[in-house]
């Protein structure tokens, strides 16, 4: 099948628009309103953005400065649903006395209402908001989003966001601190697992169809959640890839890179933002006026709220940016900081600072206004038990075709590196021997984040495989060595099993707790004694598919070099086995392509596709004498942004290119035919690269400006 592609380009612009993509709406909604003196929104009947602006003005009015300052206040609840204790007694007093606007980690139709329940006690009958992490799933756990980012598939993505949402909506949840849209170029850092890789392009689309997935076309919809963009800003480009840490950026770089997929969240009409632990350029973000006030609040006139990141606005004392909470406080609110995350902070300090005359009182009316406001959009005034419904979390709960789409979006986000002489897919007969220290495992397969870690419900690479290769398989297995540690008294059985198979399927990676937040890697190798016991199977002489599964992209050296295919699988999710299964034995063609470059060596690091040629650029590898260049290591990646290879082949042609010249105003058409030359039908990920050859500023080689997938069949051909 050939297919013809075209896309029209500004000059300098950063596309975000992703594919159009409907999902069904639950269009039964349980009313139980709760009687209040304030006036209500009319049940089935939203008000209208002026009305909702009077009504908050109204409320406003009744409020006190301590009540206020309870809006902007955040805990999390923990200690509501655990055992008794003072802080679950102080908790809810304070929930009850007006004292609180949002709760975190409470979760499930019982416990949400049973708060609100609490909240509603208050003088002014506030409901709280319930904000969680949902990062890649509710119940059902989808890949991490680092995997979903390399099926470069906004429709899959976005449906992925969608249903993890309509789970957290039956549960009573309101709000997902998601999608991380920051760029990371560091794979040392272990909170690349949470966003869409290393490309402001790529990232900037997914971060559209993610807030789209989660939020809907507009909130208050009982299949959808509020999404929040984070972190703001560039904590991406921590210093030496370790969380927490400082970030030193030029405006270009910000602007450029770290910056656009903020503004395509904005876009795509985000509920929320978070704000960074990290400084810029020597002022924490969290107390950045320029980051919230100038940029999103004023240039990108952002209607939602900012919240804070856990403790961000007491740790600025820690970075030594104030003296003590009190002024952390002044800082936060007066950067455009809105809700106070788990600080202790704002409840305290910022009654005394108004009346001190060190904040004024508008900036604590905006922030509470703006919470209020999603207040009142969720539909919450009108009902704020309406996420609270036990027959709809059990009926959402039981709905297969959650797991139906988990397991599409796994296979969709398995990335084939390598695959020599044929030896993908496998065929369903013979002798198959599988082993390694994750053929077995089912937690590590569900990666971090998960809010319900239910390794029963997680399809092992064993399961998977041995559900698909049937009757006339034989599956063999060994564990061979842990996933880390040094001990190699496994590698024997290892290459005993090994010898009586035709292939071995090898399953080796990081364990789920070694990416994701404070899970940064010095050294980002496949741990303990992984690569040996590679090396002692590959001295069988059997060919061997090398199934690695990490949060991150790591480095396999002499796999790389001397496996015989290789699909990186990420932590797939709850479905991975049957997606594994599917990939491996050829029901599925893969197509996922790279979104982040995997380096040759730790030296490399931090490592991008987006390379200048410097003023003395490597012309030949085999000269590098006074060239940019490393004298014991080429340039290169292993494997670069953008790779994935196919069961089947390619071709491009007919590229066409509508003007060879433009101005700043104008856009260029840009064409190509792709033709399926192969045996098997695939999807191809089209991708558009352009250079500004002398610019204003220096420019990489090539920029992602576009890219687009497509199906294809072989032998036949279509314009």
């Not at 509501?80 to 709760?103: H, Y």
């Not at 609110?333 to 910022?350: Q, V």
């Not at 002489?421 to 220290?437: C, D, E, F």
């Not at 996922?592 to 390379?611: E, N, V």
Request: aromatic share 8%; hydrophobic share 40%; charged share 20%.
């Amino acid at each position: 099948m050939t297919a013809n592609f075209s896309s029209a380009l500004p000059l300098r612009s950063f596309p975000t628009s992703c594919n159009a993509f409907s999902f069904p709406q639950n269009a039964s909604i349980s009313h139980r309103s709760a009687s209040r003196r304030l006036p209500t929104l009319a049940q089935k009947k939203a008000l209208t953005p002026a009305a909702i602006e009077q009504r908050i003005t109204e409320l406003l009015s009744q409020m006190t400065l301590e009540e206020k300052a309870g809006q902007l206040t955040q805990y999390s609840g923990r200690e509501l649903t655990g055992p008794a204790s003072t802080r679950k007694t102080d908790l809810l007093n304070s929930i009850r006395g007006g004292q609180v606007g949002s709760m975190l980690n409470v979760k499930g139709v019982q416990d949400t209402r049973a708060i609100q329940a609490e909240a509603l006690k208050s003088r002014l009958h506030i409901p709280l908001l319930f904000g969680l992490d949902v990062i890649h799933g509710y119940q059902t756990v989808f890949p991490v989003p680092l995997a979903e980012a390399a099926s470069w598939d906004m429709a899959a993505i976005r449906q992925s966001a969608h249903v993890a949402a309509r789970e957290a909506a039956a549960a009573g949840i309101h709000w997902t601190f998601a999608p991380m849209v920051d760029v990371g170029r560091d794979p040392r850092w272990g909170r690349v697992m949470e966003g869409a890789g290393e490309d402001t392009y790529l990232g900037s689309q997914i971060a559209r169809a993610r807030v789209l997935g989660f939020q809907g076309e507009r909130l208050g919809g009982t299949d959808a959640v509020m999404a929040c963009a984070k972190h703001f800003a560039a904590y991406g480009a921590a210093i030496a890839g370790r969380d927490y840490n400082a970030v030193d950026l030029s405006p270009q770089q910000l602007w450029e890179v770290y910056l656009p997929p903020f503004k395509a969240a904005v876009d795509a009409g985000a509920a929320t933002f978070m704000n960074s632990f990290n400084t810029l350029n020597g002022v924490p973000a969290t107390g950045s006026k320029y980051l919230q006030r100038d940029i999103l609040k004023g240039q990108w006139q952002y209607p939602g709220f900012v919240v804070s990141d856990w403790g961000s606005i007491r740790e600025m004392v820690s970075w030594g940016y104030a003296s003590d909470i009190s002024e952390a406080s002044r800082h936060a609110i007066t950067a455009g900081n809105d809700m106070d995350m788990e600080n202790d902070a704002y409840f305290d300090a910022l009654p005394k600072l108004v009346q001190q005359g060190k904040v004024d009182v508008a900036l604590v009316d905006d922030a509470v206004r703006r919470i209020l406001r999603k207040k009142f959009e969720l539909g919450l005034f009108d009902d704020p038990y309406k996420f609270s419904d036990a027959k709809r979390e059990k009926k959402v709960f039981s709905d297969p075709q959650h797991r139906v789409a988990a397991r599409d979006v796994a296979r969709k986000s398995m990335v084939l590196l390598k695959n020599e002489r044929n030896a993908l897919p496998l065929a369903a007969q013979g002798k198959i021997a599988l082993i390694g220290p994750l053929a077995k495992s089912k937690r590590d397969l569900a990666g971090g984040w998960t809010v319900i870690a239910d390794t029963t419900q997680i399809v092992s690479a064993f399961e998977g495989i041995s559900q698909r290769a049937g009757k006339k398989a034989q599956l063999l297995y060994a564990k061979g060595c842990d996933a880390t540690g040094d001990s190699g008294a496994g590698f024997a059985q290892a290459v005993e099993t090994a010898k009586q198979a035709d292939v071995i399927v090898l399953c080796l990676g990081e364990t789920w707790d070694m990416s994701g937040e404070a899970k940064s890697r010095a050294d980002i190798s496949l741990p303990g004694v992984q690569e040996e016991l590679f090396l002692a199977l590959k001295a069988t002489g059997k060919p061997i598919v090398a199934v690695l599964f990490a949060g991150r992209p790591m480095i396999f050296n002499a796999i790389a070099d001397q496996a015989d295919a290789i699909l990186y699988a990420w932590f797939p999710g709850s479905e991975g086995g049957r997606a594994l299964s599917d990939v491996l034995f050829g029901d599925y063609n893969p197509a996922g392509k790279l979104p982040s470059t995997f380096p040759r060596l730790m030296g490399q690091i931090p490592i991008s596709y987006q390379q200048y040629s410097t003023g003395r650029p490597v012309v030949d590898p085999k000269n590098i004498r006074y060239r940019s260049a490393y004298i014991d290591a080429p340039n290169t990646p292993r494997y670069a942004f953008g790779h994935g290879l196919s069961y089947t082949t390619f071709k491009y042609s007919d590229l066409k290119v509508s003007q060879p010249r433009m101005t700043v105003a104008e856009t260029v058409q840009v064409s190509c035919t792709l033709t399926n030359t192969g045996s098997r039908a695939g999807e191809e990920v089209v991708q558009l690269y352009l250079r500004d050859k002398v610019a204003s500023v220096v420019r990489p080689s090539k920029s992602l400006r576009t890219s687009a997938k497509s199906a294809s069949s072989p032998a036949k051909a279509r314009r």
